[in-house]
């Protein structure tokens, strides 16, 4: 009875804590894509479940966001477009590689966005410090290509991405925290979403799995946001870093065991 109940009580329950956790420090991905992998689901299709799963909690997210955006038009099109973009491009190239090749990948890239989520601290202190810088048309050219990068990697896999999209905000002379979150949501929503469009194209999207999962990144954003902000940000975020690195790991020894 429980052996049948306890992936679904799983799904809804990391979903509820990485809505949580998304809606304080991010990396909510780092719960919910491991927790798709421990129930046997094959490594694309946790991925491209978990992308799904993560759209609701990223509209709702940049819709908070929504009015920070005022007179922001050529920064909103810099982020979106080389967003959906990239997003096309990295979900393609997650399905061509397979899953055997993906599941060679993951440990590193577990590895990759918790080095990532170590910058994060590092780069508020500069984002404070730092003076709004000019804007000439190598920079905004810079964003483009930087953007398109970062979207690829967004679409291939994608937690982390936000750190890297403040980073490159921060270098444009974005330093309204509100702005820089709003372009960030807004960039995830593209992202995400035309990475979800190509993984349903592909065939690679447990339906019921995302649903359930989605219900509780919804219900944690709504709900456990509080409990996760009385624990503050940098605890989160610490935990989180945490579980990435002790996940990484423990996929390394299963690949050796193999």
Known sequence: MWSSVA??????ASGFVAGAVNS?????????????????????????????????????????YRDALAGSRSLVL?????????????ASLALRAGDARFTALVPWLLLGATGLFALHEPLARFLKL?????RSRAS???????????????????????????AALGLMGVRDVHRANGL?????VCINGVAALTFVAGGRVAWTEAAVMAT?????GAIGAGTARRVGPRAVRRAVMAIGVALALAMFARRLRA
């Open 7 to 12: 992936p679904w009580v799983s799904y809804l």
């Open 24 to 64: 304080v420090a991010g990396g909510g991905s780092m719960l919910t894509f491991p927790t798709l992998l421990a129930f046997g689901m094959a490594p694309i299709t946790a991925n491209a479940t978990n992308t799904v799963a993560l759209i609701p909690g990223s509209a709702s997210a940049f819709w908070g």
């Open 78 to 90: 810099a982020m979106a477009l080389p967003s959906l973009v990239g997003g096309v491009l990295g």
């Open 130 to 134: 730092a003076h709004d810088a000019p």
């Open 140 to 166: 905004w050219a810079a964003l483009m290509l930087f953007q398109v990068a970062v979207a690829t990697y967004g679409g291939f896999f994608g937690a982390g991405i936000g750190i890297l999209m403040l």
């Open 184 to 188: 960030k949501n807004l960039a995830a």
């Open 216 to 220: 509780g990144a919804l219900l944690g």
